[in-house]
């Protein structure tokens, strides 16, 4: 009676999928289809399901695949008690011949066996040739198709066209059906950099701070590292040439700086600057610069004024009587910026309103991510329907994955905007920490700040710039944040000050006195 317990114990399996996004769009292999198959391939062999391993993206050409390497460490943990890994196909493990028996080998070790649900062999001699076999046709085809890329990319950079990914500045487009890159918006930007590295008045390190601060950022949109800002400098890609399998090439794409520009910027990198001075419209040690004017229009200037020991810096309006310390002006400065400061009690009210609309904001959020997992559960009821027909033998394999690849397509599709309503949440206490920071003392943040993060502040909080008549500061306009404090003055009750009327509030927009 023992004996006839211990041969009903199922044998216990884990599930390996593995997928590229080339494969699932070509071959409709994809990983929720993998996945179906083989876990309903366990059930019709009797196999208790252990764990499931799902590899995205990750090329069959190396074992050193994370979840790969995850799956032979459970396997040869013996606690676990595995003996059957499933895979769709042989190649979803591997398609290199020495790895995949590298891979049998080890979990051998463990008197563990792979089976793959869409392809017999026995373990017997003639099994083992044929699982041989199958894994060598997998080695022949991979290499195959690499040998194919690799001719087409060859051919490609002969005909000057450059397909691999697009370089920043660049977008991989199909000119005459053929893949090539053309210029796309931060191309300007590119070629301004170029242009101001070229002229060796500052280092590249001022330059790639200029430049963030006008928009330039990575693909992703984050910030441009030190090393990337170098290495895009040094790219020929940009002035028309492609340097490739150890030979140059002339590109037939559209380059974003010419030849003589970029060798002027190699240059300013290797020591070789350019020593002719060039006057220069905004100038980091001078942030007030053209942004303070006289009442008669009058721009501010800035410059060094040499001693007899060093140089000390001025600002001026470019008449007698006009010239002031940069110290002493934007001393006088910071201390008309700390009169927009808010008040504690006011910022309780500008709290409480930031508060209100981003409650407001999450709720709408969970509204639509609760509409979106109650569509992707009828999906997957509807893919588990189909199955369950395919298994009866009620519809075809053709029309069961025509079926699914529709359903799938819709799953990314919700997946997606699941992605962008979770990336949309606000880090509120980070936003009224900064907000705090900022509103009670603008001029410290000034004060401590970079020279281009300065002139930043200054637009944002005066707009339209401030006029100086020598003694005074007077604002032409506000940012409507610091006009709207005047509702959030300290005499409204803050418990009710979301309710507080604006009537006979009007925003100002004449030159205002001194204070804003």
């Not at 195959?144 to 005909?159: D, F, L, N, P, W």
């Not at 430049?211 to 910030?223: A, V």
Request: charged letters at 30%; a positive charge.
């Amino acid at each position: 009676m023992k004996n006839e317990i211990l041969t009903d114990v199922p044998k216990r399996a884990v599930i390996y999928c593995r997928v590229s996004t080339k494969e699932q769009v070509n071959e409709g292999n994809s990983l929720v289809s993998q996945e179906r198959i083989c876990r309903e391939y366990a059930f019709n062999e009797g196999y208790e399901l252990s764990q499931i391993f799902i590899e995205k993206g990750e090329s069959a050409k190396t074992a050193e695949r994370p979840e790969l390497q995850n799956m032979l460490a459970y396997c040869a943990n013996k606690q676990n008690q595995v003996e059957v890994v499933i895979a769709y196909k042989v190649d979803r493990i591997s398609r290199n011949i020495a790895d995949y028996s590298y891979i049998k080998v080890k979990l051998k070790k463990n008197n563990i066996v792979i089976r793959s649900v869409t392809e017999f062999f026995e373990d017997t001699p003639a099994g083992r040739f044929m699982e041989n076999i199958i894994a060598n046709v997998s080695q022949f085809d991979n290499e195959v198709r690499t040998e194919r890329s690799v001719g087409g990319m060859k051919e490609a950079v002969q005909e000057g066209r450059y397909v691999w990914k697009a370089p920043l500045g660049y977008d991989n487009k199909k000119v005459d059906n053929k893949s090539t890159i053309v210029p796309n918006d931060i191309a300007p930007l590119i070629k301004e950099t170029f242009e101001l590295v070229a002229k060796g008045h500052y280092s590249t390190e001022v330059i790639r701070h200029i430049m963030q601060s006008k928009g330039l950022c990575d693909k992703y949109g984050g910030c441009v590292t030190r090393s990337y800002f170098y290495r895009l400098l040094q790219n020929p890609l940009y002035k028309g040439v492609i340097k490739k399998f150890g030979m140059t090439y002339p590109g037939k794409y559209e380059p974003i700086v010419s030849e003589e520009l970029y060798e002027q910027v190699q240059n300013v990198l290797k020591g070789k600057k350019n020593k002719t001075k060039q006057y220069l419209l905004e100038n980091p040690d001078f942030p007030l610069r053209r942004f303070v004017f006289t009442c008669d229009g009058k721009p501010l200037t800035g410059y060094w004024s040499k001693g007899k020991r060093k140089k000390y810096p001025y600002y001026s309006f470019s008449k007698p009587g006009t010239t002031i310390r940069k110290e002493e002006l934007e001393r006088k400065f910071m201390i008309h910026l700390s009169k927009c400061s808010f008040k504690t009690e006011q910022l309780v009210v500008l709290k409480r309103l930031l508060e209100e609309h981003f409650d407001k904001h999450l709720k709408n959020d969970a509204i639509a991510n609760g509409a979106l997992e109650k569509r992707e559960e009828e999906l997957n009821k509807q893919i588990d329907a189909l199955i369950a027909l395919h298994s009866q033998g009620n519809i075809s394999e053709a029309i069961l994955n025509s079926r699914i690849k529709k359903h799938e397509a819709e799953l990314e599709e919700l997946a997606s905007l699941s992605s962008i309503n979770s990336n949309n949440k606000v880090d509120l206490d980070g936003l009224l920490q900064f907000v705090n920071s900022f509103l009670l003392a603008p001029q410290s943040i000034w004060r401590k700040s970079h020279v281009y993060i300065r002139r930043k502040i200054q637009e944002f909080v005066f707009p339209q710039g401030i006029v100086f008549n020598g003694t005074n500061f007077r604002t032409p306009k506000l940012c409507n944040i610091f006009e709207a404090k005047h509702i959030m003055s300290g005499r409204f009750d803050p418990k009710v000050a979301s309710g507080v009327s604006t009537k006979n509030n009007g925003l100002r927009t004449n030159l205002p006195p001194s204070d804003p």
